[in-house]
């Protein structure tokens, strides 16, 4: 027997496909959502190569018609949804004056109103149901930003505060909104799908150098990272099947860390020991670039 209908946005890789194959492997009737539907014969391998079945579907984070329709398909299919998972989004790495308008926009589409189309999309019927789970995979990013990556931080950041209100919104239903915030993972997102701006790596740009050595430090907590989609999959899992689940589940030690010391230490203290040795690590490794000594590498 089925454990309910779930769908999964984002399902062509990483770690969308990871967890929709998780929970397809917990019992679950799920439905994996991709943008290309040439993406689809590479989901049903994957699902094959670990024995178990899931169904694909088209869905379109930047046309909010696209995710009416498909929910609504879903729903006359499967009879209704017991959970969403947002997790469809796009990144954005480039310093904010080396971004283009359209790109900002293009991201916020996809991980914002992308977002909250597919979940206006689904509420109705989890509330005509009684019964229902809105999971948001987020990010550390969240929760504290990073050198490069402040336009994809800003779209993380509105996530946590929609899922926030939407908690509140939706409780006396008997609906649940869940955030999963995973540290740095290793995927897609840093190779095929690392999302460049256009003019990230533009020579003639101020913060060339520093954002050549920010990836760098990246590349190298990434490779770090013990943290794995099939952590963040079981978050998941954990969230759709808690009988009282949190707003928010923090995965991998050095992302729980992190928001630990950001919130019991001081504010100055943390900017200097977090913020601070991030951008030493990244002067260091840009000596010649404006903005701290050439010589140490300290912050200005």
């Known amino acids: 027997m089925s454990a309910g209908t779930v769908v999964v946005t984002g399902s062509a890789s990483g770690l969308g496909l990871q967890t929709a194959l998780h929970l397809a492997g917990r ?3 799920v439905y994996a ?8 014969p590479a989901v049903k391998d994957a699902a094959a190569a670990r024995g178990v079945s ?3 579907r088209r869905l379109d984070l930047a046309d909010p018609d696209s995710a009416r329709e498909t929910i609504d398909s ?5 009879g209704g949804i017991l959970a969403l998972v947002n997790n469809g989004g796009i990144g954005m790495r480039g310093c904010l004056e080396d971004t283009t308008d359209a790109e900002v926009r293009r991201v916020f589409e996809a991980n914002v109103f992308g977002t909250i189309a597919v979940t206006k999309a689904v509420l109705p019927h989890m509330r005509a149901a009684g019964r229902g789970r809105i999971i948001t995979i987020s990010s550390v990013g969240g929760r504290i930003s990073s050198f490069g ?3 994809y931080c800003a779209t993380k950041f509105a996530e946590e505060g929609l899922t926030e209100g939407l908690a509140l919104e939706i409780a006396p ?3 649940h909104a869940v955030l999963i915030e995973p540290g740095i993972i290793k995927t897609t997102r ?4 690392r999302g460049l701006a256009e003019s990230a790596l533009d020579p003639d740009s ?3 150098d520093l954002f050549r050595a920010s990836e760098v430090v990246s590349d190298g907590v990434v490779n770090r990272s013990k943290t794995t989609a099939s952590d963040v999959a079981e978050a998941v899992y954990r969230a759709m099947t808690d009988p009282k689940p949190k707003l928010r589940y923090v995965v991998g030690r050095p992302a729980s860390a992190a928001i630990l010391l950001r919130r019991y230490l001081p504010e100055r203290l943390f900017e200097k020991l977090y913020f601070g040795g991030l951008m030493r690590k990244i002067q260091g490794k840009a000596p010649a670039t404006l903005g701290g000594d050439p010589e140490s590498g300290r912050v200005s």
């Open 27 to 29: 019992r679950f009737d």
């Open 33 to 40: 959502t991709v943008r290309d539907l040439d993406s689809v």
């Open 54 to 56: 899931l169904k694909t």
């Open 74 to 78: 879903v729903v006359s299919e499967a």
């Open 149 to 151: 990556v402040s336009v």
């Open 173 to 175: 239903f008997g609906l």
């Open 190 to 193: 840093w190779s095929t799908n």
């Open 206 to 208: 101020a913060y060339h």
